[in-house]
């Protein structure tokens, strides 16, 4: 019998007829409206695999897929899914890694750099026609270069900031992980330091941890409290590693200087969100992994999970190795 494979995300062409060779495709590329979900629900009974991003897939909707094998999820992050729920259903689950690092990096870089030098501020005066004189001190930046960059979170998409941080800008590297990485100190003259005790040296704090249970929530009010009036915070990480009031009561009092966001505790950001309201935040939507060309190797390299999965083969980027044992 012939596979079925459930896309909600679009595919370019290629892509498309390379799944289409394999399995019959339905397309649902509006799986937040109510009609897109009720086509999801329609056409769930009859899917061995899923393929798409940034759905919340819980358990009433797995419910409705009982030969359902694999779930490709066009992400490196997995905080959408309940891992052991999926695990307990013999569902694999693959994710997106690799190819959306450096992509991602360049766009925290593009945020230290846009708050450091308040780019947007700036631009934004320029453009309104209020460039009327040479600028002077109260809108001068400060240097990122020589900068003390602070990594939390130092895997994949952490290396590749401290790398740009290291080679490119001269500046000295501190993070926080689980545990040190003594092949990362060696290339990046990293320190491995406490999570308090980075908040507090580091000029730069920038967020690339996964959200998990663990953490949740992990920066608040007293993380805040431990950064400098000179900090620049940078989150790529996911919104809600962050206690979003808190951060505003910081960016509002000066506890902090500026905030690079590009991800945030409820997304889009609604449009009246108090961080708008601030000069020195640079809000970005989303985009951390949004060019042409890692989106095209982001759905390619889900398309290649997918396939391996269907055809009984251990697919290279699968998330709960202990579902590939019960299937
Ligand atoms: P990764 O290679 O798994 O790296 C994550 C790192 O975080 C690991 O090194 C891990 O440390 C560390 N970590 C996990 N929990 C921690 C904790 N409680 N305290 C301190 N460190 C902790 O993942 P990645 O590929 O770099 O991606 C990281 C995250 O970036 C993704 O999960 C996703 O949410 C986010 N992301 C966002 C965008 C965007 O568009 N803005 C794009 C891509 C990814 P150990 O190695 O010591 O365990």
């Not at 937040?32 to 798409?52: I, S, V, Y």
Request: aromatic residues 4%.
């Amino acid at each position: 019998m012939n596979k079925h494979v459930v896309l909600y995300k679009k595919l370019s062409a290629p892509l498309m007829e390379r799944l289409q060779a394999h399995a019959e495709v339905t397309l649902i590329d509006d799986p937040k409206t109510q009609e897109g979900l009720a086509r999801l629900r329609d056409a769930l009974p009859q899917a061995d695999g899923l393929l798409g991003a940034s759905l919340k897939l819980d358990a009433p909707l797995l419910d409705l897929a009982p030969r359902l094998k694999v779930v490709s999820s066009v992400s490196v992050g997995v905080d959408n899914y309940d891992i052991d729920d999926l695990t307990r259903r013999g569902i694999l689950l693959t994710n997106t890694p690799d190819v959306l690092t450096e992509t991602t990096a360049d766009t925290g870089f593009a945020l230290i750099m846009a708050t450091a030098r308040r780019v947007v501020e700036l631009a934004t005066m320029v453009r309104n026609g209020q460039w009327t004189q040479n600028i002077g001190p109260t809108h001068f930046g400060s240097d990122v270069h020589g900068k003390t960059l602070g990594i939390v979170g130092m895997g994949r998409i952490g290396e590749a900031v401290a790398q740009r941080g290291h080679f490119g800008f001269g500046m000295p590297v501190l993070y926080h992980s689980h545990s040190p990485k003594p092949a990362v100190e060696a290339r990046f003259n990293a320190q491995y330091r406490s999570l308090d005790a980075l908040l507090q040296e580091a000029d730069f704090v920038c967020l690339t941890v996964p959200l998990t249970a663990e953490t949740e929530g992990l920066i608040g009010a007293e993380q805040f409290a431990r950064m400098r009036p000179e900090t620049i915070f940078i989150n790529i990480a996911r919104g809600k590693v962050v206690d979003e009031q808190a951060m505003i009561h910081a960016l509002q009092t000066g506890q902090i200087r500026a905030a690079g966001l590009d991800v945030f505790e409820r997304e889009p950001l609604q449009a009246d969100s108090p961080l708008l309201q601030l000069d020195n935040v640079v809000a970005t939507p989303h985009m951390g992994s949004a060019t042409h060309e890692t989106r095209e190797a982001m759905a390619r390299c889900a398309v290649d999970n997918l396939l391996a999965a269907l055809a009984g083969e251990r697919p290279k980027d699968l998330v709960n190795p202990s579902a590939w044992k019960n299937t």
